[in-house]
């Protein structure tokens, strides 16, 4: 059964959905009154049925769903600007595997300059991402819609988006058996770099802001790949072996 999220409710246990899930479910699934859907609604999943379709599409809640998709641990993945096509993927899978909010940040060899976009542009980006997180978030069952924070320039702005493990990809660390490092811990943060990878002066902010530099393997992954290779290790210790 298909999945939706529901930005707003009424006093009538009813969800209401937004535009965009309501022209999908009328054009392009052809639901009528009284078929059923699952609604996420603050971070909960509802069986549904619709009752009205216009000017929105209104889900009555029939009842509860215990389905509960996410990880026990909450990761934040620090992300490099790409190339676009290339964050785009990045976007679309981590949302996949279960993180939980992506920080974009311009660092020295970013290959993506943002410094000289208006904030109109800046904003613009962002929302362009957070649709595609949402999108990923319905495809994959999610119960949240992960947040795409706005795009940083400071390393020492990413204190705020510190966890109880803090780690930063690095083709050189030694550290490669980081799983442990994990277990009973409620959040993670990992910082992926650009194509160029990190520069010294950068490692030696992130150090400052202890950071552990991990090694990702034995192979050196592109960009884009890192951050999927990390999830994926995150989803088997903590969902799967745990």
């Given at each position: 059964?298909?999945?939706?999220?529901?930005?707003?409710?009424?006093?009538?246990?009813?969800?209401?959905?937004?535009?965009?899930?309501?022209?999908?479910?009328?054009?392009?699934?052809?639901?009528?009154i009284?078929?059923?859907?699952?609604?996420?609604?603050?971070?909960?999943?509802?069986?549904?049925?619709?009752?009205s379709?216009?000017?929105?599409?209104?889900?009555?809640?029939?009842?509860?769903?215990?389905?509960?998709?996410?990880?026990?641990?909450?990761?934040?993945?620090?992300?490099?600007?790409?190339?676009?096509?290339?964050?785009?993927?990045?976007?679309?899978?981590?949302?996949?595997?279960?993180?939980?909010?992506?920080?974009?940040?311009?660092?020295?060899?970013?290959?993506?300059?943002?410094?000289?976009?208006?904030?109109?542009?800046?904003?613009?980006?962002?929302?362009?991402?957070?649709?595609?997180a949402?999108?990923?978030?319905?495809?994959s069952?999610?119960?949240?819609?992960?947040?795409i924070?706005?795009?940083?320039s400071?390393?020492?702005?990413?204190?705020?988006?510190q966890?109880?493990?803090?780690?930063?990809?690095?083709?050189?660390?030694?550290?490669?058996?980081?799983?442990?490092?994990?277990?009973?811990?409620?959040?993670?943060?990992?910082?992926?770099?650009?194509?160029?990878?990190?520069?010294?002066?950068?490692?030696?902010?992130?150090?400052?802001?202890?950071?552990?530099?991990?090694?990702?393997?034995?192979?050196?992954?592109?960009?884009?790949?890192?951050?999927?290779?990390?999830?994926?290790?995150?989803?088997?210790?903590?969902?799967?072996?745990?």
């Amino acid at each position: 059964m298909e999945c939706y999220f529901a930005d707003s409710s009424n006093s009538n246990q009813q969800l209401v959905l937004d535009q965009e899930d309501t022209t999908h479910i009328i054009k392009v699934l052809r639901h009528k009154i009284g078929d059923e859907v699952v609604v996420v609604f603050q971070g909960k999943k509802y069986r549904t049925k619709i009752v009205s379709l216009t000017p929105f599409v209104v889900c009555q809640i029939i009842e509860p769903l215990e389905s509960d998709s996410e990880l026990p641990i909450k990761i934040t993945l620090v992300m490099a600007l790409l190339k676009e096509q290339k964050f785009d993927l990045v976007i679309q899978k981590a949302v996949e595997l279960g993180v939980h909010q992506i920080v974009p940040v311009q660092l020295e060899r970013s290959i993506s300059v943002v410094s000289n976009l208006n904030t109109s542009k800046l904003t613009s980006k962002v929302a362009r991402w957070q649709k595609i997180a949402r999108a990923a978030a319905k495809q994959s069952n999610r119960n949240i819609i992960p947040e795409i924070m706005p795009i940083i320039s400071s390393i020492s702005d990413l204190k705020k988006y510190q966890s109880e493990v803090n780690f930063l990809a690095y083709e050189n660390a030694a550290i490669a058996n980081w799983e442990p490092n994990l277990k009973q811990k409620q959040s993670v943060t990992i910082v992926v770099g650009p194509e160029g990878g990190i520069s010294e002066k950068e490692l030696k902010s992130f150090a400052a802001l202890k950071f552990t530099n991990i090694s990702l393997g034995r192979t050196i992954l592109r960009a884009e790949t890192a951050p999927l290779y990390f999830l994926s290790v995150v989803n088997y210790y903590s969902a799967i072996k745990n």
